[in-house]
């Protein structure tokens, strides 16, 4: 109906071409527009101001000879001012843009090895953009954006990059188990050096506490009980031990201690021993 009124509706965010007996005319905005047809005048076709995306997969070779799949995504649109040179000097917009991505991609891609190629992605995507705004400016298309989206290696590639990566890991954490099982390690044994220092500290109290005791018994007795020599104690002493040892080895059910020689008479040989070790100890000390 519009058509036998000569008029047309362009709608929003696109142009409209019209056209006078075959030759270009005008660029007809977004709106009503009356284009009589008796005058030679018609509409030869709409073209979209909208931006619009591209992905493009092209595959290629890295300097290293791994060969990859070089994704890159390009956004782009028709300039209003220029929308005659997009209408009719390009045929296929996509395919253009395509054959430029692949030249540009083929190009710089192969002078890189695997690793750069990851590292460098974004140098690449502004080489396209550069190379696209030279060329499709002359279109009437302006490239908005142009981003690598993604980089595939080959299959067998990708598996061998993941070991080399999972080795790695691993390696580090080898060392790293190794460093905190040798931290661990250290801290035992500082732990029990100081255990067994204190330890000893306490001994070595436990024993002079003995000494004291056994000093302050003898010295008592002897004066309590006129005519009793060190000696004599001393055997006391070593008996009342002996019973008090025989008593809780007796006590305990599942004592499993032996004493050799066993009896009360090897007391007197205990004490002789033990005298006889401190006379000597005492003499080379006094020696020395």
């Not at 140098?123 to 953009?129: K, L, P, Y």
Request: net charge negative; proline share 2%.
């Amino acid at each position: 109906m519009g058509n036998l009124l000569c008029c047309v509706v362009v709608e929003e965010s696109t142009v409209a071409i019209k056209e006078r007996f075959g030759k270009f005319e005008e660029v007809l905005e977004p709106g009503l527009h009356c284009i009589p047809w008796v005058t030679g005048d018609r509409l030869a076709g709409h073209l979209s101001l909208r931006l619009q995306q591209l992905d493009v997969r092209c595959e290629t070779k890295t300097k290293d000879n791994v060969f990859v799949n070089v994704v890159a995504s390009i956004q782009y649109r028709a300039l209003a001012d220029k929308a005659s040179d997009a209408f009719y000097k390009l045929s296929n917009t996509k395919s253009q843009i395509q054959a430029y991505v692949f030249d540009v991609i083929r190009a710089s891609v192969p002078k890189l090895n695997l690793d750069d190629t990851f590292e460098q992605k974004n140098d690449i995507a502004r080489a396209v953009e550069q190379e696209l705004e030279k060329a499709m400016s002359a279109y009437g298309y302006e490239i908005v954006q142009t981003l690598i989206v993604d980089i595939e290696p080959d299959e067998h590639v990708k598996r061998a990059m993941n070991e080399i990566n999972a080795a790695a890991r691993l390696r580090v954490a080898a060392t790293e188990k190794a460093e905190a099982e040798k931290i661990l390690q250290i801290k035992r044994a500082e732990g029990e050096a100081e255990s067994k220092y204190l330890s000893g500290l306490g001994i070595a109290r436990q024993r002079q506490a003995i000494v004291d005791g056994l000093r302050d018994s003898v010295l008592g007795f002897s004066v309590n009980v006129p005519g009793t020599t060190a000696k004599d104690v001393m055997d006391m002493v070593l008996v009342t031990q002996y019973f008090d040892t025989m008593r809780e080895i007796g006590a305990a059910s599942k004592s499993s201690a032996v004493f050799i020689p066993h009896g009360p008479g090897a007391v007197r040989d205990v004490a002789t021993q033990i005298r006889d070790g401190l006379l000597q100890a005492s003499h080379h000390q006094t020696h020395e």
